[in-house]
C-alpha cells in the first residue's frame, strides 16, 4: 500500500517568513502533485513533478522530487497571509491518486 | 463554466438511512473519482472510475458504492448510513492518466454529510 507522510502537521509563522513542508514515501511515484487548499472548497493543482531532481518554481513556490522519486518538498520564501491553507501532495499509479494529510499553514500579518 | 458540480452541499441523514450523492463534469474527462476529507486525514480514497461503466475501489471503500453510468456523471451511494460516514465528500475528475502526463484534478465544491 502506499503512503505519503506530510510534515508538519500544522505551521504558524509570520508574514515574511520562509518555510518548507516535505512529503515523503517508502515508495517509489512515477510523478507526484501538490495541491493548495483553501476552506470550503476543493483543492486546485499548484505543480506536478515527474522527474527524479526535478526542480520547479512558481513565483514564491519552489517545489523539489527526490532523486529516487519518493519524496518531495515545498519551499516557500517570504510568505503573505494568502499563502494561508492546507497544502496536500498526491501521487498515484494506474489512474488512482492518493494524497497525503496535509500541512496547515497559517501566515500571520 | 460549471466544471465539476456535487448535489447535494449539504444534507443530514439518521443512522440506517440510504442516499445517493451526484457528481457532474462537464469537461469530457475519463477519470472520475470520490474522495472523504475529515479533520486531520487529509483526502481518502473512496471508489473511482477509469471510464465509462468501470469502476474500482479506493483506500476507503467499505460502506459506499458507486456508478458510471454515463461518463458525465459519477454517482456516490450510501445503502445504510452511519455515524462513522460523517465527513465532506469530495468529487474530482481529468483527463486520462499516463505516468509521464498525470493531468490536473479538478475538484467540486464538496458535499457535507452529517450522520445522526
Known amino acids: 500500500t502506499q503512503l505519503l507522510e506530510q510534515s508538519p502537521q500544522f505551521l504558524s509563522i509570520q508574514e515574511g517568513e520562509n518555510l518548507t513542508v516535505y512529503c515523503n514515501s517508502s515508495?517509489?511515484?512515477?510523478?507526484l502533485q501538490w495541491y493548495r487548499q483553501e476552506p470550503g472548497e476543493g483543492p486546485v493543482l499548484l505543480v506536478t513533478?515527474?522527474?527524479?531532481?526535478e526542480v520547479k518554481k512558481l513565483k514564491r513556490l519552489t517545489f523539489q522530487f527526490g532523486d529516487a522519486r519518493k519524496d518531495s518538498s515545498l519551499h516557500i520564501t517570504a510568505a503573505q497571509p494568502g499563502d494561508t491553507g492546507l497544502y496536500l501532495c498526491?501521487?498515484?499509479?494506474?489512474?488512482?491518486?492518493?494524497f497525503g494529510k496535509g500541512t496547515k499553514l497559517s501566515v500571520k500579518p | 463554466n460549471a466544471g465539476v458540480t456535487q448535489t447535494p452541499k449539504f444534507r443530514v441523514l439518521k443512522t440506517g438511512q440510504s442516499m445517493t450523492l451526484l457528481c457532474a463534469q462537464d469537461?469530457?474527462?475519463?477519470?472520475m473519482y470520490w474522495y472523504r476529507q475529515d479533520p486531520g486525514m487529509g483526502l481518502r480514497l473512496i471508489h473511482y472510475s477509469v471510464g465509462e461503466g468501470t469502476t474500482a475501489k479506493g483506500e476507503v471503500p467499505d460502506g459506499y458504492n458507486v456508478s458510471r453510468l454515463k461518463k458525465q456523471n459519477f454517482l456516490l451511494g450510501l445503502e445504510s448510513a452511519a455515524p462513522s460516514q460523517t465527513s465532506v465528500y469530495f468529487c474530482?475528475?481529468?483527463?486520462?492518466?499516463?505516468?509521464?502526463?498525470?493531468?490536473?484534478?479538478?475538484f467540486g465544491e464538496g458535499s457535507r454529510l452529517t450522520v445522526l
Open positions: 474530482a475528475s481529468r483527463t486520462q492518466w499516463t505516468s509521464l502526463t498525470p493531468g490536473e484534478l479538478f
Open positions: 515508495s517509489v511515484f512515477s510523478s
Open positions: 469537461m469530457n474527462h475519463e477519470y
Open positions: 513533478v515527474v522527474t527524479g531532481g
Open positions: 498526491a501521487g498515484g499509479s494506474q489512474g488512482n491518486l492518493i
